[in-house]
Structures are given as C-alpha cells and as structure tokens.
C-alpha cells in the first residue's frame, strides 16, 4: 500500500537507506564478507572463474555497469554487461569458467530469462540477482543472490537499483577473498564503506525540496543531458532513462570525455546539464578533467546542475547549482548519486501533470521478447 506517500515511487526511493542495508544483513560475518548462496556454488567454481558477463536490460543492466568496475579492481577479473537481448545474437564467448550473472527486479524479464538459458545451455555457470524471491529466472539458476529491497511497485525502478549494485559489490568481494586478491584489511574498508551507505542516502533523500525547486523552473525543458565518468557514467544513463520514462523527455547520459567526440555538438544556450562530479579526494585528475568539462559547456551556455561532495569548493565558480552530498569512497558514490536523479526525474513528471507510477507504453515487467 501507499500509505501517506503521493506516489509508489517516491514511498519506494524512501526505502533506498533500508534496501541496501537489508541486502547487506546476513552477508557479513565477523566483519568480513561471506554470502552463503555463492559458498554453495562452491569456492573452487568461483577461483576458476575468468570471466564474467552480467545479463540485464534497462536500469538493472546499468547497475551491472557501475558493478564492472569494482569487481574488476577487486576480484582482477574481467567483467562485462552484455544487454540480454544481445547477449544470444553475437555468438558470445562462454567458455566452462565463465560466470554469467544476470540482474533482474522481477525475475521475469523474457529476455534475460532467455540469455540465461542459453548462458547454461553454453556451459557457464548462472548467478541470478533477483529481488522477487521464486522468480522464474533464480530457478533457472545455478544460484540466486537476492536483494532484499522489498516489493517494487512503481515501473521505475530505483530501490532495487541501489540494492543491485550492493549485491553486486558483495559478489566482488566475495570472490575477491576465494580469489585472494585484497586482504582481509582491504575487504573491511569496503565492507565499512557499504555500512555507512544507507545513512549517506538518507542524507541525498533530504535534498529532495532543492531537487524539487530545480524541477520547477525547468518544467518547459525539451532536453536535458547527463554526464559522468567512471562509475558516474552509468549514473549519467540512468539519470536519462529515469527523465526519459517518467518525464517523457528527450536525455541522453554521456562519458564526459566522450563530449568533445561529438555530443558537445548539441549544447546550446539554456541546456540542462547534470554533471556528476567525482570527489577530488580521490582521483585529483579526474576531478580536474570533470572541471574542465563543466567549463566547456557552460562557456556554450548550458546550465550546469553538478552533483558533487560537500567539501568540494573547487565546484562552485562552475556550476549554475551544486547538489552537495556526503563524501563516499570512490566506488560507493553512485549509491548517492543517483538519488537526487530519481527525485529530479519523480519532480519533473509531476510538474507536468504525469502519472510517475503507471508512465505511458510500460510495464513493470517485461516478458515477452
Ligand atoms: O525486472 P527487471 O529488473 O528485469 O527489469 C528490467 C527493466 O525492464 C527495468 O529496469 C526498466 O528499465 C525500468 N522500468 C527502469 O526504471
């Protein structure tokens, strides 16, 4: 039920802090890392592995994304995200050490269900991230990591999304301790990280009437861009999935250094531009190369909404408005991030009028092909 909540969506984004921590219980013992449906798979199958294809579509597969690269830094182990309903037409590279792991909200998606049939049929080995428990595509699995985000019910998805990449990241870490490759040291910092999200994101949920401010005065908008790098840029295609399903509105997310490739082409005077801002505590470079960014298309008119850490001074000259969050470690901001995306996308729906529950053409799940 709704209870008080004037949507699903807003009722579920509030729920965010309690998805990821619910996620996270039972799957930490004595401050290390130990989630007992991938001990099942056996701890040899996970050693062996050499390769891992995360199968998805939509919001999940862009979880599996920001996944890719702590799981690479972590476990040393080459991670991809294969789109499910591409994943069976180009002849994929499945070998018997090959980890297919499919992310999937309802279980029922067709197309990922069917990419994981075929990942079997091929030899690999299937780990189902799913958050309805008995959902056909955990059956269809070697094993099933759930995400205890509760029922979802808007079609938006956006507490099962922050849950995803926390299964995802207790994967990483999982298999970084069979594997060996960060010490027991190492797997606490990230462990300590992934405790103190949820408070972070209660934190984001807090700014939700400067989100909905900023909301208002764009409520004419035909286009808004996003950019991010590294783990922001697949923030920066949710951001635009989010706007473009609830919001109908033409946004497209970038790799900022992809801007001068081409996009920047499309900047013109006025242009809503999020861009996620990567703290300077961790990469100064990085930092400095999204500065420059903001630069290059506020000097072209765009209006620069940036999303960044509270200390980062540096920011504010640049930016049109800064939307100030807690600092996180650097694979954990995401987590952050995305939450003043989702409410900007809930707010401006709801300016124009729109149901931000039951958006037009969609459904929660998808299945058929
Ligand atoms: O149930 P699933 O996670 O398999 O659904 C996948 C996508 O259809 C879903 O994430 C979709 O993109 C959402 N409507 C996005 O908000």
């Known amino acids: 039920e709704k209870g008080g909540w004037s949507s699903f969506m807003l009722k579920e984004i509030t729920e965010e802090p309690e998805a990821v921590a619910n996620t996270l219980r039972e799957r930490i013992h004595e401050g290390d890392v130990f989630v007992p449906e991938l001990a099942a798979l056996g701890d040899e199958v996970l050693r062996d592995a050499d390769r891992i294809i995360v199968v998805a579509a939509g919001t999940a597969s862009y979880a599996g994304l920001v996944g890719t690269y702590a799981i690479e830094a972590w476990a040393r182990v080459p991670v991809d995200v294969q789109l499910a309903h591409e994943f069976r037409y180009r002849d994929p590279i499945v070998g018997p050490n090959t980890l297919v792991?499919?992310?999937?909200?309802?279980?029922e998606t067709m197309d990922t269900l069917m990419a994981v049939k075929y990942a079997r049929e091929l030899g690999a080995r299937t780990i189902s991230i799913c958050n309805t428990q008995?959902?056909?595509?955990?059956?269809?699995?070697?094993?099933?990591?759930?995400?205890?985000?509760?029922?979802?019910?808007?079609?938006a998805s956006t507490k099962a999304f922050v849950a995803q990449i926390t299964a995802l990241y207790l994967l990483g870490l999982h298999l970084a301790r069979v594997k060996g490759t960060l010490s027991e040291v190492e797997r606490r910092a990230m462990l300590d990280e992934l405790v103190a999200v949820p408070e972070k994101i209660r934190f984001a949920i807090g700014e939700h009437e400067r989100v909905a401010e900023l909301?208002?005065?764009?409520?004419g908008?035909?286009?808004?861009?996003?950019?991010?790098?590294?783990?922001?840029y697949p923030i920066a295609l949710e951001g635009a999935l989010k706007l473009k399903e609830l919001a109908y509105i033409h946004a497209e997310g970038f790799a900022a250094g992809e801007l001068k490739h081409?996009?920047?082409?499309?900047?013109?005077?006025?242009?809503?531009?999020?861009?996620?801002?990567?703290s300077p505590r961790h990469s100064e470079e990085m930092h400095r190369k999204v500065i420059s960014n903001i630069q290059e298309i506020r000097a072209r008119g765009a209006r620069v909404i940036a999303i960044a850490e509270q200390a980062d001074a540096a920011v504010l000259p640049f930016a049109d408005e800064v939307i100030a969050l807690p600092l996180a470690g650097k694979f954990f901001e995401p987590l952050i991030a995305v939450v003043p995306l989702q409410l900007f996308a809930l707010e401006l729906a709801t300016a124009k009028g729109l149901d931000v529950d039951q958006p037009r053409n969609l459904?929660?799940?998808?299945?058929?092909e």
């Open 363 to 368: 459904a929660k799940s998808v299945t058929v």
């Open 221 to 232: 908008t035909s286009a808004v861009l996003f950019l991010g790098r590294h783990v922001g």
């Open 215 to 219: 909301a208002h005065w764009m409520g």
């Open 134 to 155: 008995g959902a056909t595509i955990p059956r269809e699995s070697d094993a099933a990591l759930y995400t205890h985000a509760g029922p979802e019910v808007a079609v």
């Open 262 to 278: 081409g996009p920047i082409a499309l900047i013109e005077p006025g242009l809503p531009v999020f861009v996620l801002v990567p």
């Open 101 to 107: 792991v499919s992310i999937s909200q309802s279980g």
